[in-house]
């Protein structure tokens, strides 16, 4: 991705000190871009937390890039206590954030690769190697997701003898979300890097309106048509045949297809049913969770404090400010993720190809999984 003609990944090792870990702070866009720097577990804990980074792909490569600088603080400890370390290091990391599963795939596979050395010494480099082949993968995996995507979208511009194909989103699954490319976005972006005529409708997503900060940001740099739309305009426009394809991303999907994702995707996901619109969600495997069969009994649904709703963040003039909208004394309920049946899911979009949303499909791709 890249801003103002420079590219940019979301996560980063500063150049000329790789002990610092660089983010984009997102609190701030699309009015403001400021660069973060990360140097304790502390304060990887509280980007996660706090949502400077955000999105399924980059909470994981942050978690990866946490556990490098736990590394660092522990190094001058002995091998045991350098574990100890590293295993607090993960619960506390683990603790920011409960839905995305991408968090606890990213701690698992460091301290895995840890326990496999005996000198701390070692486990510092296996530790920074470690997560910047996190970071790696999941860009070069959200390449891949674009590939396949593509597809799609070309066969239906084929349909439509060229004509512009409608792609409907919700929250942010591009670039901001992940490493590099994103999940939902980058079939968009490969099809108009190919010439596609193709055009966006931009759920804003609230509460914290992740498509109307963070999807149209990005779309704007990229120069992809779009539109931003209210979250309740999606339905209106599948009856009137304005949205061609539904794709969004995912926090946890389960093998046997159930996705998890920013509260809203359901009623899309309803919408497109009943209107006979295609629903597709993007993820990278590192978004399977192998161990639940039942997402919407199984799946932890984070609850965010209740000022997201009551609060919307803006700019003016040249002031980015927090306004209330509700009442005095109105309490806000803010749950921020809801899960979408296999049985609404036309299909996944992952790294190693197209599958169909159940136990079946899912393990065709990933038969190490069965």
């Known amino acids: 991705m890249k ?14 000190d790789p002990r610092v870990v660089r983010i984009i702070d997102q609190r701030d866009l699309p009015h403001r871009f400021v660069i973060e720097d990360l140097s304790t577990v502390d304060e990887a804990a509280r ?12 909470i994981g490569a942050a978690a990866g890039f946490g556990m490098y600088i736990a590394a660092l603080e522990a190094s001058g400890l002995a091998r045991e206590p350098f574990l100890d370390a590293l295993e607090e290091a993960g619960r506390q990391l683990r603790a920011t954030r409960p839905t995305a599963v991408n968090l606890e795939w990213a701690v698992r596979r460091q301290l895995e690769a840890l326990r496999a050395a005996d000198r701390v010494e070692t486990m510092v480099r296996i530790a920074r190697a470690t997560a910047q082949e996190i970071a790696d993968e999941d860009a ?3 390449r891949r997701i674009g590939e396949h995507g593509l597809v799609l979208i070309e066969e239906i511009s084929r349909r439509k003898g060229g004509a512009r194909v409608n792609v409907l989103t919700h929250c942010n699954a591009g670039w901001l979300a992940f490493v590099d490319y994103g999940t939902a976005t980058a079939p968009i972006y ?3 890097d190919a010439g596609i005529d193709v055009h966006v409708w931009v759920d804003e997503t609230r509460p914290r309106n992740q498509g ?3 999807t149209a940001w990005e779309l704007v740099h990229h120069g992809v048509p779009h539109t931003v739309v209210a979250d309740n305009t999606g339905g209106h426009l599948m009856q009137h045949g304005e949205v061609d394809l539904v794709i969004t991303g995912t926090d946890r999907t ?20 009943d209107n006979g619109v295609p ?10 969770d192998w161990t639940m069969r039942d997402g919407v009994a199984e799946i932890p649904i984070e609850q965010r404090e209740g000022g997201e709703v009551s609060h919307i963040r803006g700019r003016y003039e040249d002031r980015i400010l927090d306004v209330r909208l509700t009442p005095e004394g109105s309490p806000a309920a ?24 159940c136990e079946e499909g899912v393990l065709g791709l990933y038969p190490e999984q069965r």
């Not at 389960?254 to 309803?270: E, R």
């Open 190 to 192: 490969a099809a108009h």
């Open 279 to 288: 629903f597709y969600v993007a993820l990278p495997s590192s978004s399977f």
């Open 140 to 142: 070069e995996h959200c």
């Open 47 to 58: 980007a996660i937390a706090e949502m400077h980074v955000r999105g399924a792909g980059l």
């Open 212 to 214: 109307a900060r963070l």
């Open 334 to 357: 803010n749950f921020a993720f809801d899960v979408t049946p296999a049985r609404l899911v036309t299909a996944l979009i992952t790294e190693r190809g197209i599958c169909d949303a």
């Open 254 to 273: 389960t093998f046997t297809g159930d996705v998890a994702n920013k509260i809203g995707t359901y009623l899309k996901a309803l919408a497109a049913h």
């Open 3 to 16: 801003v103002s003609g420079r590219h940019y990944r979301t996560i980063w090792l500063q150049e000329n």
